[in-house]
């Protein structure tokens, strides 16, 4: 079976000094918005009117109300600072999709990613690189242990294991997975032990034959812990030498 090596460069988790105040402007840094659902949720009118079809179509096929309103405040929440970023109408914006589903900008330097989980949503952007974010909070119910076992190496599961908090351990290593999957392309990947993110310098050979496709050579990641519960990792394939986070709510 074919395979290749990859190298992931993992730092953190930082605390994030995060701030409420973001200027439309940005240079080569990587911006990450943060925001909780319930700061979010005065805007809901207004963000409706900013999906298109295609995103009222899917939202209206969400079967439970949680869900659907997760998906209106995350995918309205990332029009708004798209059209902060671009100068344009948020609703005039159209998206590309690459083959797995990430949406891309034509003809645009600015990249961009969403995540979203229970309680909270955040977005990146960055010019001229690919990025990738995942976004989880210790709100979040999962049986770590067993999930760690199924998904993670046995070193990170060891970490786990040693750690003090060992559920905010498995979030950080979950995020930094999800966020390298992203970053690729492929987004969603079965076997997550094909990656390895609890060391400094992680190498790896990885098989699947999408990943080595879509995947860089390397990967660099960064996790920060923002305000008391939310844990966010961010991927670049170059390393990422600015990054500005700002929360909201």
């Known amino acids: 079976m074919p395979s290749r090596s990859l190298t992931v460069h993992c730092t953190g988790p930082l605390h994030a000094n995060a701030s409420s105040d ?20 005065r805007s809901t009118d207004r963000y409706l009117e900013l999906l298109d079809s295609g995103e009222r179509a899917r939202l209206h096929r969400f079967k439970f109300d ?18 902060a970023y671009l100068g344009r109408d948020a ?10 589903g990430k949406p891309y900008l034509t003809g645009h ?29 210790m709100h979040r119910t999962v049986d770590h242990v067993s999930v760690g076992a199924h998904y ?9 294991e ?8 498995f ?3 979950w995020t930094r997975k999800e966020a390298v999957l ?29 990943f080595i496709a879509m995947a860089a050579p390397e990967y660099h990641v960064t996790t920060w812990a923002v305000d008391p519960t939310g844990i966010i990792s961010l991927a670049t394939p170059l390393p990422h030498t600015g990054v500005k986070l700002f929360a909201l709510g």
Do not use: C, W
């Open 162 to 169: 040693a750690a003090y908090d060992g559920k905010r351990r």
């Open 22 to 41: 973001s200027e439309s402007r940005m240079g080569d840094e990587v911006r990450i918005h943060f925001a909780t659902l319930s700061s979010l949720r």
């Open 109 to 137: 330097p600015l990249h961009f990613n969403l995540s979203d989980t229970k309680d909270a949503i955040a977005v990146a952007f960055a010019r001229h690189t690919a990025v990738g974010l995942d976004v989880e909070t």
């Open 182 to 210: 992203k970053a690729s392309g492929v987004g969603i990947m079965d076997d997550l032990r094909v990656l390895r993110v609890d060391q400094t310098e992680n190498r790896m050979m990885i098989a699947h034959e999408t």
């Open 91 to 100: 609703h005039s914006i159209t998206f590309e999709r690459g083959t797995h």
């Open 66 to 83: 949680a869900d659907k309103e997760r998906f209106l405040l995350g995918h309205g929440f990332l029009r708004e600072m798209l059209g």
């Open 152 to 160: 993670f190496t046995k070193e990170e599961q060891a970490s786990i």
């Open 171 to 173: 979030l950080e290593f």
